[in-house]
């Protein structure tokens, strides 16, 4: 199971572009890398996930090198509501073993 | 909009009652999750099911907790004897095991006082 190591805590200004990094060195050849948000007293919300280069979709991009033992979340322009609790996961497909989120970066984006 | 939906929201209890909490994964999702989440722990995979058949329940103190699937359309977490260090927001999740891999929706969770 690939452990994941994220900063426990960024700052960020609305407007600004934001990089998250995972760091996942032990990543398996079947593991997809997946990111998760999660606003208090929420349940984590499925943000976007990918496997090698570059996903897009209407929330963020996901950015993994090639050799995958990192990938970085961007979320492009945020704003306050985007202050909130992301999780780095990292998994193969058919749920096979355990899921960890670990701990997760607290992002606060302030006015 | 399909959602997972999960009860009680809130359970307040005393110490050595039986707790039961209770999801209902999103209408044909085939896995479904517990997970409960504290300050201390962070959010902690306590058992998991695929086509009601429980694969892994390691994360739970098997003394006390239990978890079902009565039917595809119920999943049932019990807690017995509570005790106060139980006390957490414990978050039902479905998924599909031919969907994106990870991708699980959770519910609003079911925050337990343990007194």
């Known amino acids: 199971l690939a452990k994941t190591t994220q900063p426990i805590s960024m700052d960020s200004y609305e407007g600004q572009e934001v990089n998250i990094t995972c760091s996942h060195n032990n990543i398996a050849t079947n593991d997809y890398i997946t990111w998760y948000q999660q606003f208090p007293s929420q349940g984590p919300r499925f943000i976007i996930q990918?496997?090698?280069t570059k996903v897009t979709n209407e929330v963020a991009s996901l950015f993994i090198p090639a050799d995958r033992k990192s990938s970085t979340l961007s979320l492009p322009r945020v704003s306050l509501s985007d202050t909130a609790v992301y999780y780095c996961?990292?998994?193969?497909?058919?749920?096979?073993?355990?899921?960890?989120f670990g701990d997760g970066t607290t992002l606060t984006v302030k006015p | 909009d399909a959602r997972v939906t999960q009860t009680p929201r809130h359970k307040v209890t005393e110490m050595g009652q039986e707790v039961t909490m209770r999801c209902q994964p999103i209408?044909?999702?085939?896995?479904v999750f517990w997970y409960r989440q504290t300050m201390m722990q962070g959010l902690e995979l306590l058992a998991y099911f695929r086509n009601r058949a429980p694969l892994d329940d390691s994360g739970m103190p098997k003394d006390r907790f239990s978890a079902e699937m009565p039917d595809a359309t119920l999943a049932t977490l019990k807690i017995q004897p509570s005790e106060p260090r139980d006390s957490a927001v414990y978050f039902c999740a479905s998924g599909l095991t031919s969907g994106a891999p990870w991708e699980q929706y959770f519910g609003p969770g079911t925050r337990l006082t343990v007194t």
């Open positions: 209408l044909g999702h085939n896995t």
């Open positions: 990918g496997y090698k």
């Open positions: 996961l990292v998994g193969s497909p058919g749920w096979a073993g355990k899921s960890t």
